[in-house]
């Protein structure tokens, strides 16, 4: 296997990376005093590191090929699950204040303080067990591929390789080294893939160009509103479906969340989260553009400019368009990709245990000690991940792959609900809480079991007329919606047959305790600074909502 990487190239990817050692090694050298320091970065980090790193934990490799190759094969339907940046600003104005309110370092940590320590539980071991078999699985198997591409080395290489180097700064460094190397990471992935769209336009033809080449043999590759009744895309999937799997993803998950907590008062940590929306409009304009560029280069010249595969889209213009230098940019860029979502996940993970099960098990613990139980549990998370290398290399790219990206469609909507019903509704409790989080658990297995026992007759475009076959077909956005309906019902119902919560218990974690103080403090806590740019983003969203309709 021959690197598409020559002589210069490898001077500038070891550039890369010295300056990543460099960065890592700096923070090591400041120590972490106690689990703040190692867990959120001291709360004392300012809001362009947050919004770089919010950007960088989404981005992870697979979704840069992911993303090209969707737009090389579907076009722009899946701009639709890039557009959440305006969820992202929900997460600074609407959730952030009720976290940073409650002193919080988890998510599982916040449903305690809101409801009861049953939901805690239930959240941290839910979230551990998601974290390994879906982030953590899916971007090693992603990586290893990227990597052995690359470099020209054995996929097995590949993963170990970043999995070790990652492992082993984020378990000396912490929640520190991970933030801070992600900025570095971000402005590297959005530089290459910048310059890679724009090399791809000038081929091309310009805009102009790319969508009548385009549009010629694919007339609904610009359209991101396909019928409700497409079996892939309906656009009330993506748009209603999608919204409710975004907010549980940018506004509840500990893997995204945590960065804003790393923020010392509200207005840093929602200015990080106005800063990260802005960035999570780029992935339109820097990963599924080049696809679709890559879709148009392959009618025009076939022969320089074929793929196999859709995922193999954004490589073969790296391969074809980049000149020498700018390939080892790029490269550093897709493993920074790779790095920063395992880093993140990485850090997530040793949080949630340390915090979530370990201290809740040993409450007494020295500071000290559980930030070595934070180092051993993320060296315990880095194994995991090797060794679920073999298994994914086995399924990865086939059926249960798919699976793995439907799951979250499943995850989402009862932890959606809680969450948004807590902040919203102060009557909602702790019994509402756990059933609705558990009946969600029921259906997420039940949909999952019945489309894995009914995975030969859906391939083989079989129909069953009984019910079972019915609930494994619908869409996996669709899904999202009913269940998603079906736990706010199901919240609001045994909220109200039950007793009301203590309301004195929780102050300031639902709009209708908040105190005459924090009210105050809420409206001292943005500018109009802070509000313009909200209404602008907000504007450009529905711009690119309306531009991309055929």
């Known amino acids: 296997m021959s690197s598409v990487l020559e002589g210069l190239d490898w001077v500038v990817l070891g550039i890369y990376f010295l300056a990543l050692v460099a960065v890592a090694v700096w923070v090591v050298l400041q120590k972490n005093k106690n689990t703040e320091d190692y867990f959120l970065a001291g709360r004392n980090v300012g ?65 305690e303080k809101r409801f009861d320590a049953r939901s805690r539980w239930f959240l941290s071991v839910f979230s551990l067990v998601a974290y390994v078999l879906t982030k953590v699985s899916v971007t090693i198997y992603a990586g290893g591929i990227v990597v052995s591409e690359l470099l020209g080395i054995p996929f097995w290489y590949g993963a170990i390789g ?57 007339p609904d590759h610009f359209n991101m509103w396909r019928p409700m009744s497409d079996p892939q895309f309906p656009w009330t ?46 992935p339109i304009l820097i990963f599924l553009i080049p696809g679709i560029i890559a879709f148009a280069l392959s009618i025009q010249n076939p022969e320089m400019f074929s793929v196999e595969k859709a995922d193999r889209a954004f490589p ?6 980049l000149p020498v230098g700018l390939k080892g940019l790029v490269a550093g860029g897709l493993m920074a990709a790779l790095m920063s979502s395992l880093a993140s996940v990485f850090n997530s993970c040793s949080t949630i245990f340390t915090i979530d099960i370990y201290k809740k098990l040993k409450p007494n613990m020295t500071e000290a000690k559980l930030v070595k139980i934070g180092q051993i549990a993320t060296g315990f998370i880095v194994i995991l991940g090797i060794i679920w290398i073999p298994i994914m290399e086995k399924i990865g790219g086939g059926v249960m792959y798919q699976y793995l990206q439907n799951v979250q469609s499943y995850i989402a909507p009862p932890v959606t609900a809680v969450f948004l019903l807590g902040i919203i509704w102060k009557r909602v409790n702790a019994k509402a809480a756990i059933t ?63 007793n009301a919560p203590d309301y004195k218990a929780i102050v300031g974690l639902s709009f209708g305790t908040l105190t ?19 209404i602008i983003l907000v504007i450009l969203v529905i711009g690119v909502l309306s531009y991309f309709t055929g």
């Open 516 to 534: 005459e103080e924090q009210k105050q403090e809420n409206k001292g806590s943005y500018d109009t600074i802070d509000i313009v740019l909200s």
């Open 436 to 498: 609705t989080l558990l009946a969600g658990l029921f259906l997420l297995i039940l949909r999952l079991g019945s489309e894995i026992y009914f995975q030969p007759q859906i391939a083989a475009g079989e129909e069953l007329n009984n019910l079972m076959y019915g609930f494994a077909t619908i869409n996996f956005a669709h899904m999202a919606i009913f269940m998603f309906i079906f736990s706010v019902i199901l919240c609001i119902s045994v909220s109200l047959a039950t």
């Open 162 to 218: 970043i999995v070790v180097f990652t492992g082993i700064y984020t378990v000396v460094g912490g929640m520190k080294a991970v933030i801070y190397t992600e900025t570095l990471q971000t402005v590297i992935l959005i530089l290459g893939s910048i310059i890679i769209t724009f090399l791809g336009l000038q081929e091309v033809g310009g805009w102009g160009q790319l969508r009548e080449t385009v549009t010629s043999v694919s």
């Open 316 to 321: 073969m213009l790296v391969k074809t368009l």
């Open 47 to 111: 809001w362009f590191v947050i919004g770089a790193s919010i950007f960088a934990s989404n981005i992870g490799s697979e979704h840069v090929v992911g993303l090209a190759g969707t737009g090389f094969e579907s076009g722009t339907p899946m701009a639709h699950y890039e557009l959440h940046a305006w969820i992202v600003l929900l997460l600074g104005w609407l959730f952030l204040p009720f976290y940073i309110r409650s002193g919080a370092f988890t998510m599982p940590e916040f449903l």
């Open 237 to 282: 999937g993506l748009l209603i479906g999608g919204t409710i799997v975004g907010i549980w993803y940018w506004c509840t998950d500990q893997y995204i969340v945590q960065r804003t907590l790393a923020a010392n008062n509200i207005k840093i940590g929602r200015r990080g989260a106005i800063f990260g929306a802005y960035l999570k409009l780029l």
